[in-house]
């Protein structure tokens, strides 16, 4: 899977689902160019597209924001489905205009694990800020071939945003059985996700949560502390004046 830039084909953008409806509104920040840039990654991915799944979950958006950039999550909230999964050190942190990326080992310490079919037991993660709305998870697997995950994360109000989770793969392995797989894989790892994030939304646990990352020195956080310092002055306002509206794209809109 490469990472080369091109030009945006508007009707490759208009076929894909999570695009389709992924209509910014023209208010400050610059919502145009972030989904230029997330057309433009997910339009990379395109050809080994596995699945798509879309949630409207009553939770604020910045709960969802928060909850993918903190590594550790990985361990502490999903010890179900990635039971004896281990967070280890961040070993590169790259900033970029809009975001950044962050490379981080993780290791498998239980023999059982159900991911040992699919990677091996010590990998290093890449996650990637692209966009305030977009987010890449990339998995190392088996023979250099890989595993991403693009979260869209929309806001539709103060305390309501949109998830969409779009999975690829161009691992050697029959469609339709991956695809039953990542769809199980995905819900459940939601279900995981949702007591977390409800507890984040309660009361002032979020505010709590962000003023202690900005004190911190865990390089765990380095990634929602970039978030911070640039797009820091959402966390002081309504998320209404940020959100989007779903709604169909017209052909005039690239």
Request: aromatic letters at 10%; charged letters at 20%; proline letters at 6%.
């Amino acid at each position: 899977m490469t990472t080369s830039t091109f030009e945006i084909d508007s009707s490759n953008v208009k076929s894909m689902s999570t695009l389709k409806y992924y209509q910014l509104s023209s208010a400050t920040p610059p919502h145009p160019e972030y989904l230029r840039r997330t057309a433009a990654r997910m339009l990379q991915l395109q050809k080994y597209h596995k699945i798509s799944q879309e949630y409207v979950l009553p939770i604020p958006y910045l709960c969802q924001i928060y909850h993918l950039l903190n590594l550790k999550h990985l361990e502490q909230v999903h010890n179900l489905s990635l039971k004896g999964l281990k967070v280890g050190d961040v070993s590169k942190f790259e900033q970029t205009s809009s975001g950044g990326s962050v490379k981080f080992k993780t290791s498998l310490h239980q023999s059982l694990n159900i991911l040992r079919m699919w990677r091996q037991p010590v990998v290093e993660v890449e996650l990637t800020l692209h966009t305030p709305y977009t987010i890449e998870l990339t998995i190392p697997i088996y023979k250099g071939r890989k595993i991403t995950i693009i979260f869209n994360v929309l806001p539709l109000g103060d305390n309501i945003h949109k998830l969409f989770i779009d999975i690829y793969s161009d691992l050697k392995f029959p469609s339709p059985i991956m695809q039953v797989f990542l769809h199980c894989a995905a819900g459940v790892t939601l279900l995981e996700d949702l007591p977390y994030l409800y507890k984040l939304a309660n009361g002032n646990n979020l505010r709590r949560r962000v003023k202690s990352t900005q004190g911190s020195n865990r390089n765990t956080m380095q990634l929602f502390k970039r978030y911070i310092d640039l797009y820091g002055s959402s966390l002081e306002q309504p998320q209404s004046l940020g959100a989007v509206e779903l709604r169909p794209l017209s052909s005039s809109s690239y």
